[in-house]
T-cell receptor, first 114, second 115 residues
């Protein structure tokens, strides 16, 4: 079955430190990859997406992610986090089934402290 | 562009009652999706519409669940004879539908609590 794994349920980090949130998925056959952020009591907001081309993708709020086909990974990074980055982050994959059915990971809570 | 809206934002009901949620997508978005998110989990796909046609349904969508999009604009999700296991956040998303790579824009969700 197609699956998405986010091994870290929670990542604590100090403000201005770098952070990496990990995402692995089950199959590398023709995938589209996404990272969404969810702030409390709000819907999901797209941070970035990989469809094709360059494996390094830049998104909003200074985030970037790198697609690694051989390791079936799509880790999210930010070189310097802010308090306002505290939120839940979801990795999602679409296996090009003719429409965009997103399969989500269980999420990683990023906790940024001063 | 006012974004995807969902109503109500919160719903508390007793087991066995029927509930209906509404989703208004971004105007001119042809595709509409429903997802369910339980505590500590990521959203799970329930169903998908292309205009008014319901083209895909997850096995999670039991026969107590029914979704409609009668005029290809807003959509409703009805749960009949609710059970405590139905307690979750129900998320709606929409996309342009011009390509399979279109971004899905999510609404704020409807939180259902079944007592």
């Amino acid at each position: 079955a197609q699956s998405v794994t986010q091994l870290d349920s929670q990542v604590p980090v100090f403000e201005e430190a770098p952070v990496e949130l990990r995402c692995n998925y089950s199959s590398s056959v023709s995938v589209y990859l996404f990272w969404y952020v969810q702030y409390p009591n709000q819907g999901l907001q797209l941070l970035l997406k990989y469809l094709s081309g360059s494996t390094l993708v830049k998104g909003i709020n200074g985030f970037e992610a790198e697609f690694n086909k051989s390791q079936t990974s799509f880790h999210l990074r930010k070189p310097s986090v802010h308090i306002s980055d505290t939120a839940e982050y979801f990795c999602a994959v679409s296996w090009n089934t003719g429409f965009q059915k997103l399969v989500f990971g269980t999420g990683t809570r990023l906790l940024v402290s001063p | 562009d006012t974004g995807v809206s969902q109503n109500p934002r919160h719903k508390i009901t007793k087991r066995g009652q029927n509930v209906t949620f509404r989703c208004d997508p971004i105007s001119e978005h042809n595709r509409l999706y429903w997802y369910r998110q339980t505590l500590g989990q990521g959203p799970e796909f329930l169903t998908y519409f292309q205009n008014e046609a319901q083209l895909e349904k997850s096995r999670l969508l039991s026969d107590r669940f029914s979704a409609e999009r009668p005029k290809g604009s807003f959509s409703t999700l009805e749960i009949q004879r609710t059970e405590q296991g139905d307690s979750a956040m129900y998320l709606c998303a929409s996309s342009l539908g011009l390509a399979d790579t279109d971004t899905q824009y999510f609404g704020p969700g409807t939180r259902l609590t079944v007592l």
